[in-house]
Each structure stands twice: as C-alpha cells, then as structure tokens.
C-alpha cells in the first residue's frame, strides 16, 4: 500500500463561509416565499434545509503532527499530514484501527482531559471519545518487564522502552490488524531473541556475537550493544508496518526473586577474592620491602628460620580481619 499525500484541499474555511451563507440566505427565502405563499420555492428551500447540513461534514481539522487517512466507500483515496483546516468529500471515513488501544506508552496516557459524563445517580464518569487521528510525533513505549532465561539458563527480568513513530500512515492502517499492538508483540519477541544470547554478567566461553570466539559481552557490561541489538531487530520487524523505531534503551535488569539470593551470594564471594587477592599482594610486598630494608641496614641477622616467623607474623597482621594483639618480649631474641 502507497501512502497517497493530500495537501491541495486546504479550503475548509471557504467552505465553511460559504455553507453558512447559503443557510442564511435559504432561511430569508423561505420567510419571503412563505410570506407570498410560493409552494414551490418553500418545499425548496426546506429540502435545503434539511440536506444543507452535509458540507459539514467534509470539513476536517488536522493539527501538527497528525495525519487523517481517508477513504471513500472502502477504497482508499489519501492522507492528510499538513496542519490546517481542509474540505474533503463529505462521505470520506476516517479509518484509524488503534484509535481505542491504549498501551503502557507517552501517547496513551490521560492527562485529565476526558469529558465528564453525569449518570442518573448523580455521579461523574469519563467518557472516552476515540479520535480517528493518527500522531506522528515521537512516542515512548514501555512494556511490562520480561522474565528471560539468558544463554546460561539464569532467569532475569530485563524492561526496554521504545521510542517511536509512525512515517507510513497507509502502511501502519492498512498492513497490519492494529500497529499499536504490532509494535508491542514485535518489541516482546525482539527482546526475548537479543536477551538470550547474552550472559546476565561476564562469563568465560560464551560467544555474544555469532562469530565463534568467545567475548566479553554480558547484559550488565554491553547494555549499549544489547540494545541497539534489540533496536534492530524491532526494526526489522515493523517495517512493513510503516514504522521507525528511534531508540530501544533497557529500563530494568536484575536477576529473578528466586535466584537473586543465590546470585547477590555468588557476587559478594566473587567481591571478596577479589579484595582477597589484593590485600595479599600488597602484604607479600610489605614483607619484601621490610627484609630488604633489614637486610641494607644491618640491624639484625636473621636465619631462615627466624625470616620465615617473621614472614609469618607479618601476613597474620597485614592479612587478618581483626587488629592483632600484640605480644612484647622482653628478653633476648632467642
């Protein structure tokens, strides 16, 4: 389906003029005729009267960045995309099939506009009015968080928003059943393909890319891959729904309530190797230094089996936990 642009019908105000006039002056007719009792002029001027009122209904109001898709008896004749106030054919529909979808997204949500309606108990409710328009502006969708086995079989929850907007008016009404809920399948099912493919963090021996050597790409350290990736991979899927995904960003990511104890464990021991490892380096090299600088000085001999106790002491008070207690001799070295 080609998206046809209809941009030389802006003369809605002269019609609307016009229109008004004619009624006018078919009122003062039919006072006038009646005054003389003109038969045929009245049941005139009355059949104007009663149809007159259809221009009305060609005039259509199309703000900025918004769009009307028209048709004419079912066939499709044009799309009004420019702002402005314009005369169409009077029997043209418009035809907007997600007018009444409402999805956890910017262009979706009440902003406290809605009319109120008075019921018979006295109470108020909104009344939903479904407009026919399509917007063309820039709308964020989020969807409900996702719980995905990642390529080592870990469950993790993982939300993306989706920034988009529709450039084929023709293609998004009449390509697919709804591109509102086009769109929120087709994010879903990206999502779950990208996110598989990733560990939740660094693991040895996994390949992210597809090319056979194994990488360092995790959904907690390549969140900009994974989701331009998922960005992607949604593009290519609604296309033929006349849509342009701008950006794909990860709003959420934690490992799921049943494994996140067991993970929270797994990191913190990982943490404390870690920190581990660095205090002992640093305390083997604190006893280095210490024996080459008694060793320059010449201020104690020590044999080996005085330099290992010494060694020994000094990685219990670098290494421990606690401050070590320490114990005064008074007597000789031996």
């Not at 797994?266 to 943490?271: D, K, V």
Request: glycine share 6%; with cysteine.
């Amino acid at each position: 389906m080609k998206e046809i642009v209809l941009n030389k019908k802006k003369n809605g105000m002269v019609v609307l003029l016009l229109t008004i006039a004619l009624y006018a002056l078919a009122i003062l007719a039919l006072i006038f005729f009646a005054t003389y009792e003109y038969i045929i002029p009245i049941v005139l001027c009355i059949i104007y009267l009663v149809i007159g009122w259809i221009p009305f209904c060609g005039l259509k109001v199309v703000g900025p960045q918004e769009a009307l898709v028209l048709t004419l008896f079912g066939k499709y004749i044009g799309t009004l995309k420019d702002n402005g106030f314009y005369f169409v054919n009077p029997f043209c529909t418009a035809v907007n099939p997600a007018a009444k979808t409402k999805l956890n997204q910017s262009g979706d949500v009440d902003n406290g506009t809605k009319p109120l309606a008075v019921l018979a108990n006295g109470q108020g409710a909104q009344v939903e009015i479904a407009s026919k328009k399509i917007s063309l502006k820039a709308m964020t969708l989020s969807n409900s968080r996702q719980k995905i086995n990642d390529c080592l079989g870990n469950p993790v929850e993982i939300g993306i928003a989706v920034i988009w907007r529709v450039v084929d008016t023709a293609k998004a009404v009449f390509e697919v059943d709804n591109y509102k809920e086009y769109l929120s399948l087709q994010c879903d099912s990206a999502l779950r393909n990208i996110v598989r493919l990733y560990p939740y963090d660094v693991a040895p021996n996994v390949d992210t890319t597809g090319d056979g050597v194994a990488d360092e790409g995790s959904l907690r350290g390549s969140s900009e891959v994974v989701a331009q990736r998922i960005k992607d991979e949604i593009q290519s899927k609604v296309d033929a729904a006349g849509l342009e995904v701008l950006e794909a960003r990860i709003t959420y990511l934690a490992y799921a309530p049943e494994i996140a104890a067991v993970m929270l464990q797994r990191q913190q021991a990982s943490a404390i190797i870690d920190a581990r490892k660095m205090i002992v380096d640093g305390a083997v090299g604190m006893v280095e230094m210490a024996l080459e600088r008694l060793n320059e000085s010449k201020m104690v001999e020590l044999d080996d089996e005085r330099k290992a106790a010494m060694v020994s002491n000094l990685l219990v008070v670098l290494c421990g936990n606690h401050d070590a207690q320490p114990v005064v001799n008074s007597g000789s070295l031996y």
